[in-house]
Structure formats: structure tokens, C-alpha cells
């Protein structure tokens, strides 16, 4: 089997760089013809066996290759694999040769994008590949393999199979409309639709608890000029990353951190002083932090406890810290205070993030969570489409019909199984046709 162009592409699989071993993996027809060029024939499938490679009189290396011919293999076509010394110049001979027996290299994710193409990935698991790769704490790591797993394919796999359903009972219903049993069927979908909603509505009601433990937790730092909000984050980070002034207005733009608390990746984003001001320069900091502030899990208002009360120009903090507890005008009020200048109370203000980081990111119960924007535009496009539907009136069951239609295609999206929906509709303009 070969992808649409039927070229043969090669890739570094490994890091680059000097290494013990650099993995160089080819799919597509030339894969075959390769090894029997370079490896003097192909090896037993899927056993790994030393070959001397070569190609014509040039020398590139004594290492393992593998082959796994289609359909069993990660593309879903002939792939070949090389273990090779992990040098930079035997990398290049192998990939001059391939390049002279007419491969090219692979663009980014073009082995995972054959994969889904053939069949032998949906598009939520090729996704967890990447999650894979990039996962840095053990929460991601576990998140990304139960994707890869198919724990979410299975749970949009599993709520397409109902609206399916629903699409029959409705399609009974236009066909037999003339009957009671056309009522029926129609009410029959209208409750399966309605429970499709309500989980759809519980899935997309997280809180983003998934999205942000794949794409970190983000907090923001706001407060007036001079709270000590820079302090704060070289205080998180444990390095001067910020700078620390006593001129007010000194942090202009968002300065965004990573941080490990408690297991989960957080940015953390310093930002500029919340005040009026006629500063242009300001002025766009303070709309910046204001919007980083939206666009932020969590807001921690910091406040200079020895100053008078200020404006915090409208932004609702989901925490709020009073800083200089060290100087004598500092007053004593409800919530947790700190001095960034000694150090006290910053266990205890960590204590307190790392615990709400990891309430908020925390997966409760079996069900596998939304992980990514795209599936959430999916769903939530799939469930504007159902309460549509439901505003269909009795006596016109397509124009539901139509609606869970739409509904199946988008929510067909997120695992790329969207051409059996075509499928679908032909078998049941067929059934009309014919009726
Ligand atoms: N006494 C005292 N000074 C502090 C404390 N935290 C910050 N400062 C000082 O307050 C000034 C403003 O701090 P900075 O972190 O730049 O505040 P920002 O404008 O909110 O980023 C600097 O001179 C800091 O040294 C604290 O807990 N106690
Ligand atoms: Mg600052």
C-alpha cells in the first residue's frame, strides 16, 4: 500500500545530535528495495538482524535493520528501519543514499499522517503520539497514553454509534410518517438525542482539566505597580528571570515562566503593574496583563499590604496574597501574607498553589477528558447542532435528521472517521429512493 503520491519518505526517528544509536525509519514502496540495496537482501520481517550497509562503493555502517512490511507496520505501508551509530556523518551517508535511490525526506508528522491514512491511527491517537513526545510529568505522560490507548476514540467512537442510532429511528420515522409508529420512532430519537446532549455538556463542563494539564496550568501574576509581583516569580522560578525594581511601571510586557508544581507544568506570567497611566508604553502592558489575566487558569492578585487601597482595573482574582509583612505599616486582613524580602510565608503560599494546581488538573473518576482545543470545537459545534435539532417540530423529523447529521460529521471529526458518514448518507438516501 503507498500514500497518495507514492513517494518514499525517510526521517531521523531519534534526537539529533551525536548518540549512542539514531534510529532512520523509511516507508513507502522503496522501503523494500532499499534494504536489498543497502542491506544485501531483506531481513526475516519484524526480527532485527546485523547487516552491513552499503551503498555502491561507499561504506555507512555495520547496524540493525528492520523491516516491517505492509499492512503490519506503524504507516500502514513497507517500512524500513536502521539502527544505526549514532554519528552525524554516518547519518548523512544513509540519507544521501536514500536520497539517490529516490526517496525524500519526510515532511514533520508525515509517518503519524500516513498512519491515519491507512487506517492503522484515528486522528485522537496520533495526536497522543505527539502528546507522548512532548510530555515532561508523569500526569501528561499518563494522560497522553491513555489517549494513545483510545480511551477518548472510544468515547466519541461510542457517542457517533448512538447518534447512528438516532439517525435510524429518525429515518424510520420521515419513512413511516403517515403511521403511529413514525411517532414513536421520532420520540425514541428525541430522547437519545437529549441524553447525547447531557453527556456532551459534562464531557465539555471540565474546568479545561485536560487541556491544561497537556498544555501546562497557566497563573497570572497581577497586581499595582511595586506589590512585588516580579519578586513573586523570581521567587516560583528561583532565579532573577524578572526584574526587580522600586520605580513603579518597570515590568512593561508578560514575562511567562515554567514551573514544575507539585508533578504539573504551570507558566506562570509576570506581568505589568495594574494602574491608570497616559504612558502609551504602559498602557499597552497594562492591556496585556489584563488580557493574560482572561486568558489564565488561575489569577493571583498580589498586594502590597502596606499600601493604601487601589484599583485593580476589573480583574476578579481567584486568590489574593498581601506582600512586605516584614515592614512595620503592614496590615494584618484575611487571606495568606507573605514578605518576598525575608521569605516568610512562601512555603506556604506554594503549599497552597501546588494544592489548587493539582485539585484543578486532578482526573477524577474513569472518564477520559477533553484534551484539546479542536476536539472541543468539535463538540461543541456537535452540540449546538443536537439542541437544534431538538427544536425540530413533530411533524418534520428530516429537518432533525439533518441536524444529527451535522452533529455526526463534526463529532466524525475529531477522530478522522468522517467518510463513513458519507457512507451513511448514501446508504439512506438510497433507503428513500427506494421506498
Ligand atoms: N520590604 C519589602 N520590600 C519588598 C517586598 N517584596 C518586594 N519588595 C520591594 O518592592 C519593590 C517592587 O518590587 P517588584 O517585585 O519589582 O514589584 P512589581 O512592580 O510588582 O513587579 C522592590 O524594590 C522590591 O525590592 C517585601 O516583601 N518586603
Ligand atoms: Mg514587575
Not at 56 to 70: E, M, N, S, T
Not at 157 to 184: N, P, Q
Amino acid at each position: 500500500m503507498a500514500a497518495k503520491d507514492g513517494q518514499t519518505i525517510y526521517a531521523l526517528a531519534s534526537a539529533p545530535g551525536r548518540s549512542g544509536v539514531a534510529v532512520v525509519r523509511v516507508s513507502g514502496p522503496g522501503a523494500g528495495p532499499a534494504l536489498t540495496a543497502l542491506a544485501g537482501g531483506l531481513p526475516k520481517p519484524r526480527a532485527a538482524t546485523l547487516r552491513t550497509l552499503r551503498h555502491g562503493k561507499v561504506d555507512i555502517d555495520r547496524a540493525l535493520v528492520l523491516w516491517f512490511p505492509a499492512p503490519h507496520s506503524f504507516t500502514g505501508e513497507d517500512v524500513a528501519e536502521f539502527h544505526l551509530h549514532g554519528g552525524r556523518a554516518v547519518r548523512e551517508s544513509l540519507f544521501a543514499a536514500l536520497a539517490d535511490l529516490g526517496q525524500r525526506p519526510a515532511e514533520p508528522g508525515e509517518f503519524s499522517r500516513r498512519a491515519v491514512e491507512h487506517g492503522r491511527l484515528d486522528l485522537t491517537r496520533a495526536e497522543a503520539i505527539a502528546d507522548l513526545v512532548d510530555a515532561e510529568t508523569p500526569a501528561q505522560l499518563r494522560q497522553a497514553l491513555r489517549q494513545y490507548d483510545g480511551a477518548l476514540a472510544e468515547l466519541y467512537e461510542g457517542w457517533r454509534a448512538a447518534l447512528i442510532g438516532a439517525l435510524g429511528r429518525a429515518e424510520a420515522a420521515i419513512d413511516f410518517s403517515d403511521d403511529g409508529v413514525g411517532e414513536a420512532e421520532f420520540a425514541g430519537a428525541r430522547a437519545q438525542a437529549a441524553s447525547i446532549i447531557d453527556a456532551l455538556q459534562k464531557h465539555l463542563d471540565d474546568a479545561r482539566r485536560g487541556e491544561a494539564l497537556r498544555e501546562g496550568f497557566r497563573l497570572a501574576i497581577v497586581g499595582a505597580p511595586n506589590a512585588g509581583k516580579s519578586s513573586l516569580i523570581n521567587a516560583l522560578v528561583q532565579r532573577e528571570a524578572a526584574i526587580v525594581s522600586e520605580v513603579p511601571g518597570t515590568t512593561r510586557d508578560v514575562i511567562e515562566l515554567r514551573l514544575n508544581l507539585g508533578g504539573y507544568l504551570v507558566h506562570v506570567a509576570d506581568t505589568a503593574g495594574l494602574r491608570q497611566t497616559s504612558d502609551a508604553v504602559e498602557a499597552e502592558g497594562v492591556r496585556r496583563a489584563l488580557a493574560q489575566a482572561q486568558a489564565s487558569d488561575l489569577v493571583l492578585l498580589l498586594r502590597d499590604g502596606t499600601a493604601p487601597y487601589t484599583d485593580h482595573l476589573g480583574v476578579t482574582p481567584d486568590l489574593i496574597v498581601w506582600n512586605k509583612n516584614d515592614l512595620p505599616g503592614f496590615q494584618k486582613r484575611d487571606g495568606l501574607s507573605l514578605s518576598l524580602k525575608s521569605g516568610e510565608g512562601l512555603a506556604q503560599l506554594i503549599e497552597t498553589l501546588t494544592a489548587t494546581v493539582s485539585e484543578r488538573l486532578e482526573t477524577k473518576g474513569e472518564a477520559p477528558v477533553l484534551t484539546r482545543p479542536r476536539h472541543r470545537e468539535a463538540l461543541k459545534q456537535a452540540l449546538d447542532c443536537l439542541r437544534h435539532a431538538l427544536s425540530a417540530p413533530q411533524d418534520q423529523p428530516e429537518l432533525f435528521a439533518e441536524d444529527l447529521r451535522l452533529a455526526l460529521r463534526a463529532i466524525g471529526r475529531i477522530t478522522g472517521r468522517v467518510d463513513v458518514e458519507e457512507l451513511l448518507d448514501a446508504v439512506f438516501r438510497d433507503f428513500c429512493i427506494g421506498k
